[in-house]
C-alpha cells in the first residue's frame, strides 16, 4: 500500500504570494491532518479534515486554509506569505482520526525569500 | 495551554545500549500518547502508541511507559542500533475533541556511537 504523498517535495516562494501544498492519504484512510514543523515552534497542528469536513483547527492565522476532496485527497493553502511561513509542512493520515497513529508523508519544505 | 515537554534534547549512546528517552505531560486529560521517530529529510515515523488505561506497552525492541501520577512517558529502546539515530517526538491526543489534534513535544535528538 502507498504511503502518504506530498507534493510538491520542495517550494521557493516570494512574501505576500500565496501557496498550495498537495496531500494524497494512504488509500481508505479519511482523516487528513496538517503540522507546521520549524526549528523553533517544532510541530504544531494546523487542522484536520474528515470526510470533507474540517474537524480540528490549531491556532493559526485565517491565511492558512484547507479542504479535503471526496477522495479524502487534501490541499493546504497559504496566503500572503511571510518570511515566518518558512517551514516543513507535513500531512499525515489515519483511518478515521480518532486516538489512533497518524502515517505522515515526508512533507512540502517551503522556504519564503 | 497544555503542552508536552521533553527533559533532553540530546541523547548519546553506545551501540548496543539501552537508550532511554523521556516525555512530560501537563494535559492530565490526555487519553492516548504516542512515539515518532523523525530521521533528516523526512516525515515522522510512528514507533510505538499507549493508551491511558494502559502502564506499559511493548514492541520490538521498544517498549513505552506511562505514569500517569507524574504524567510521565518514557520510550525504551533496547540494544541501540546505529540506524537508531535521529529525532524522537512524543505526542498527546487530549480526548478534548473528537478526530485527531496531536500536541508534540520538543524531541530528543539520539545520537548512537559505534
Known amino acids: 500500500k ?22 494524497s492519504p494512504i488509500s481508505g484512510h479519511r482523516s487528513v491532518s496538517w503540522y507546521q514543523q520549524t526549528p523553533g515552534q517544532g510541530l504544531q497542528f494546523l487542522f484536520e479534515y474528515f470526510s470533507e ?27 500572503t506569505l511571510e518570511l ?8 499525515a493520515s489515519s483511518l478515521d ?13 517551503l522556504s519564503v525569500l | 495551554g497544555e503542552s508536552v515537554g521533553l527533559h533532553l534534547p540530546t541523547l548519546s549512546v553506545q551501540e548496543g545500549d539501552n537508550s532511554i528517552i523521556n516525555c512530560a505531560y501537563s494535559n492530565s486529560a490526555s487519553d492516548y500518547f504516542i512515539w515518532y521517530k523523525q530521521e533528516s ?14 502502564d506499559k506497552r511493548q514492541g520490538q525492541r521498544v517498549t ?38 496531536l500536541t508534540f513535544g520538543e524531541g530528543t535528538q539520539l545520537t548512537v556511537n559505534p
Do not use: W
Open chain 2, 41 to 54: 529529510g523526512k516525515g515522522p515515523q510512528f514507533i510505538i502508541d499507549i493508551r491511558s488505561n494502559m
Open chain 1, 53 to 79: 469536513t474540517q474537524r480540528n483547527k490549531g491556532n493559526f492565522p485565517g491565511r492558512f486554509s484547507g479542504r479535503q476532496f471526496s477522495n479524502s485527497r487534501s490541499e493546504m493553502n497559504v496566503s
Open chain 1, 2 to 23: 502507498a504511503g502518504v504523498t506530498q507534493t510538491p517535495r520542495y517550494l521557493i516562494k516570494t512574501r505576500g504570494q500565496q501557496v498550495t501544498l498537495s496531500c
Open chain 2, 64 to 101: 513505552v511507559l506511562l505514569n500517569k501520577t507524574v504524567k510521565h512517558l518514557s520510550l525504551q529502546i533496547a540494544a541501540t542500533q546505529p540506524g537508531d539515530s535521529a529525532v524522537y517526538f512524543c505526542a498527546e491526543n487530549s480526548g478534548e475533541t473528537s478526530g485527531s489534534r
Open chain 1, 84 to 91: 515566518g511561513d518558512s517551514a516543513l509542512y507535513l500531512c
Open chain 1, 97 to 109: 482520526g480518532a486516538n489512533e497513529k497518524l502515517f505522515f508523508g515526508s512533507g512540502t519544505q
